[in-house]
């Protein structure tokens, strides 16, 4: 089991979008009604851009991705940068084929680790009129075993 928490798309950091639609705006995506979303103004590429340290003491290491309620389909990029906003790496999504994803990242991985920003960088994709994404998620979870019990008739033999 895993437990997500300190999302970093938050009110605390520096949020903006590309292509967005001003009724839909981008600080949608932390808000905690899902049925207010983010939405672009047309379905070509879009980024949002989450910065959360410009200082070395703000870094973070990044374990786990969630996206809500999205009808992105096709192709995405995650994208991670160091506090002095140079890229580290990035990771490709393709054929998402669901309305929520979840990324865990390789805590190994350097590209996740000292992370001063996040660009998420959705692909042009004429099958949709706009993107919507309802809810986004970025951050550290812990991971808990499952331990599993014995039942009652595992028990009694």
């Known amino acids: 089991m895993k437990i997500a928490y300190d999302n970093l798309y938050s009110s605390d950091n520096t949020l903006t979008a590309t292509n967005e639609n001003t009724n839909f705006s981008v600080s949608n995506v932390y808000h905690r009604f899902l049925a207010l979303p ?70 190994d991985n350097v590209i996740f680790q000292d992370v001063g920003k996040v660009k998420l960088i959705i692909a042009a994709d004429i099958s949709v009129d706009y993107f919507e994404i309802g809810s986004l998620f970025i951050g550290d979870s812990l991971d808990f075993p499952y331990i599993k019990t014995p039942s009652i008739k595992e028990k009694l033999n």
Not at 51 to 60: A, D, W, Y
Not at 99 to 105: E, R
């Open 38 to 107: 983010f939405r672009s103004l047309d379905n070509t590429e879009t980024e949002i851009e989450l910065v959360f340290s410009t200082t070395i003491e703000g870094i973070k290491d990044l374990t786990v991705f969630h996206m809500l309620n999205s009808n992105i389909k096709y192709s995405m990029k995650i994208q991670t940068y160091t506090y002095l906003d140079v890229l580290k790496g990035e990771l490709q999504i393709t054929d998402i084929g669901s309305d929520n994803l979840t990324v865990y990242f390789d805590p």
